[in-house]
């Protein structure tokens, strides 16, 4: 493979012969941000169906492909695919185009959601706020036994898993769970079998197109990772910028989360809650909204920035903390492309992987205890809430958009 070429990806000829647009990309993917319910695994199933099947701008093991590299990488594993069919399709404004496309209708509408308590004030109270919490318990509840069933499979990664729950627990803070992930990884390591070799990526006479990152860039953008990663936190607490404070807590999240947009609420709630910067109540209220709204669930930080204190708010503090938290994922898709062909078949990247993905499902189960179930059911009738929202996520396949509108109705007649 040349030197520059990053991912292999198949596509039929006519994409080869005719590239599209950035203005195609942003048409195709605002489609899909203002449609895609049901978080990231939903998402990845939208993105194939529209753009494998019906769109043929990748093949299927290109998809494939793709799909394993930013499941490998911390960050919003849907945007960060979106994000790569983009820059396979039109370049970097094509990359570009699909985030963007991708993330500001669910962006705005939790601004405005934002605004609302803002003007509202202190909404704990509230009846809807309280259905609100009730049902962000179930869908946290759900996506643990989800992440579970898939990361945590057998005895050894679910000793792991309960191990990064009881540390969590134990020490409720931002660098202690990342200290969990770190262990987790080198538990993983150290323990865990070697997986079955993946499979091998499409050759070229399989009409295969390349996405290529010329390999000083890609270093370029690693370096630039690991730099904002270290040097914003000291820049913050240097000058005591509300910009760069925020903008270090929404970097750090997008950096060191793996396994999707729910495990990035323990990371968010231990910066922001305990500080002061978004209370308790506000924090839950939006994560429930975020459940039922379209595309990322990490547009969840463009609500925290609009009703942060301290630092900037409304607006502002939505742009600075939605570029923050998205960027880490940007610069790591472009930074791993040329490297990920090998790095996916290393038994060693697949061992720590594995015990990392069992200790993000211990971090989302202690957070499904604290804070999200001890804010969240406050009395039988909030309890009561929560298991109907559970039991119509998981046995009646109701979408989590409907499950939350109805709970936040049926808080504010019950509560």
Request: aromatic share 8%; proline share 6%; net charge positive.
């Amino acid at each position: 493979m040349d030197e520059a070429a990053g991912i292999s990806a198949a596509a039929p000829a006519r994409a080869r012969r005719h590239p599209g647009t950035a203005l195609e990309v942003f048409r195709t993917f605002l489609r899909l941000g203002l449609t895609s319910f049901g978080g990231p695994v939903a998402h990845l199933g939208y993105f194939r169906e529209d753009i494998v099947v019906r769109r043929k701008w990748l093949g299927e093991r290109a998809y494939a492909d793709l799909v394993g590299l930013c499941q490998f990488l911390p960050g919003p594993a849907s945007s960060q695919v979106g994000m790569a069919i983009g820059l396979q399709r039109a370049g970097f404004a094509g990359m570009l185009a699909a985030w963007a496309a991708f993330t500001l209708p669910s962006a705005v509408l939790l601004v405005a959601f934002g605004y609302a308590v803002v003007a509202l004030g202190d909404l704990g109270s509230a009846g809807w706020i309280q259905g609100l919490k009730a049902a962000a318990v179930a869908v946290v509840a759900q996506a643990v036994l989800g992440m579970a069933k898939n990361l945590t499979p057998d005895a050894r990664r679910a000793t792991i898993a309960v191990g990064a729950m009881i540390g969590a627990l134990l020490l409720p803070t931002a660098l202690a769970q990342v200290a969990v992930i770190v262990a987790a990884g080198l538990v993983g390591l150290l323990w865990l079998p070697e997986a079955p070799s993946a499979a091998t990526a499409p050759t070229e006479d399989e009409g295969s197109l390349v996405i290529r990152v010329p390999r000083p860039l890609a270093i370029a953008c690693l370096a630039t990772f690991l730099a904002l990663l270290i040097a914003l936190p000291i820049a913050a607490q240097a000058t005591g910028d509300g910009t760069l404070r925020l903008g270090a807590i929404f970097f750090r999240a997008g950096a060191l989360v793996f396994g999707g947009g729910h495990v990035v609420l323990p990371l968010l709630q231990a910066q922001l809650v305990p500080s002061g910067l978004v209370t308790h109540t506000d924090f839950l209220a939006g994560y429930g909204a975020a459940q039922a709204v379209p595309g990322p669930l990490f547009t969840f930080s463009a609500f925290l920035g609009t009703v942060a204190t301290r630092s900037p708010a409304g607006i502002p503090g939505a742009i600075v903390a939605l570029l923050a938290i998205f960027l880490p994922a940007a610069l790591l898709v472009v930074g791993a492309l040329p490297f990920w062909a090998g790095l996916r078949h290393s038994p060693v990247a697949q061992r720590a992987l594995r015990g990392v993905n069992a200790g993000v499902v211990g971090l989302l189960a202690a957070a499904l205890y604290t804070p999200v179930f001890t804010s969240g059911i406050t009395s039988v009738r909030a309890l009561a809430i929560a298991v109907a929202a559970f039991v119509a996520l998981t046995m009646w396949k109701a979408p989590p958009w409907a499950v939350v509108i109805v709970a936040g109705a049926a808080g504010l007649l019950l509560l």
